[in-house]
């Protein structure tokens, strides 16, 4: 089981952010709490794997203050940021963070984060720029363009990110998803996230 802590000022979104998490299977959201110092208290208590912060700006000294009480509370913690700058998307792993999601990211993107950072993998938002990629070998029957699908997937971008990253249409980009998933026997791209990590087609940073 994951256990995951929801840290932000809004205790709203903090709400919905536990309920959308603890409606999938394999993860739970044990609390969530104000940003700050009293987060090593909190991560001490309920021994969470990942700290997902909500909405806090990495520009603000709540966002270091908060991640270094967690880091002192000498527990394994794996932080993700959430919503705080769509334009940013590189995790800084040397303060401490492994993956960075947008305002726009979905529950289903969040889910996949959630547990690839749990898995111990850094991950990297899509962004605007041109997609930097190695070609997958073949595996399972899958053709190699299915595979390049499956590791964009795997990025967390969405269909259109990766009909634009391919130079296809999205609808062409819609069929191999439906293929791959059919071919692998996955039921959505959540499930074909955690292939693509385990099978070598995804990989850590």
């Given at each position: 089981?994951?256990?995951?802590?929801?840290?932000?000022?809004?205790?709203?979104?903090?709400?919905?952010?536990?309920?959308?998490?603890?409606?999938?299977?394999?993860?739970?959201?044990?609390?969530?709490?104000?940003p700050g110092i009293a987060v090593g208290d909190v991560v001490k208590a309920l021994q969470p794997h990942v700290l997902l912060l909500h909405r806090v700006s990495e520009e603000t000294e709540a966002f270091?203050?908060?991640?270094?009480?967690?880091?002192?509370?000498?527990?394994?913690?794996?932080?993700?940021?959430?919503?705080?700058?769509?334009?940013?998307?590189?995790?800084?792993?040397e303060r401490g963070v492994c993956g960075v999601l947008p305002p726009s990211a979905t529950a289903e993107q969040l889910v996949a984060a959630v547990r690839m950072a749990s898995a111990g993998y850094v991950l990297?938002?899509?962004?605007?720029?041109?997609?930097?990629?190695e070609v997958p070998v073949r595996r399972d029957g899958l053709s190699g363009r299915e595979c390049e699908v499956l590791s964009l997937i795997?990025?967390?971008?969405?269909?259109?990110?990766?009909?634009?990253?391919?130079?296809?249409?999205?609808?062409?980009?819609?069929?191999?998803?439906?293929?791959?998933?059919?071919?692998?026997?996955?039921r959505n791209r959540i499930h074909a996230v955690i292939y693509a990590f385990e099978t070598g087609l995804a990989h850590a940073a």
């Amino acid at each position: 089981m994951i256990k995951v802590l929801v840290a932000g000022d809004d205790v709203l979104a903090r709400g919905g952010v536990r309920a959308a998490l603890n409606d999938q299977p394999g993860i739970r959201a044990v609390g969530d709490c104000q940003p700050g110092i009293a987060v090593g208290d909190v991560v001490k208590a309920l021994q969470p794997h990942v700290l997902l912060l909500h909405r806090v700006s990495e520009e603000t000294e709540a966002f270091g203050v908060t991640v270094k009480a967690a880091r002192d509370a000498r527990y394994t913690i794996r932080v993700l940021t959430i919503g705080s700058h769509e334009h940013s998307l590189r995790p800084d792993v040397e303060r401490g963070v492994c993956g960075v999601l947008p305002p726009s990211a979905t529950a289903e993107q969040l889910v996949a984060a959630v547990r690839m950072a749990s898995a111990g993998y850094v991950l990297f938002g899509g962004g605007e720029g041109p997609v930097q990629r190695e070609v997958p070998v073949r595996r399972d029957g899958l053709s190699g363009r299915e595979c390049e699908v499956l590791s964009l997937i795997a990025r967390g971008m969405s269909n259109a990110e990766i009909a634009l990253a391919l130079t296809v249409s999205e609808h062409t980009v819609k069929s191999h998803v439906q293929n791959l998933l059919g071919k692998l026997n996955l039921r959505n791209r959540i499930h074909a996230v955690i292939y693509a990590f385990e099978t070598g087609l995804a990989h850590a940073a």
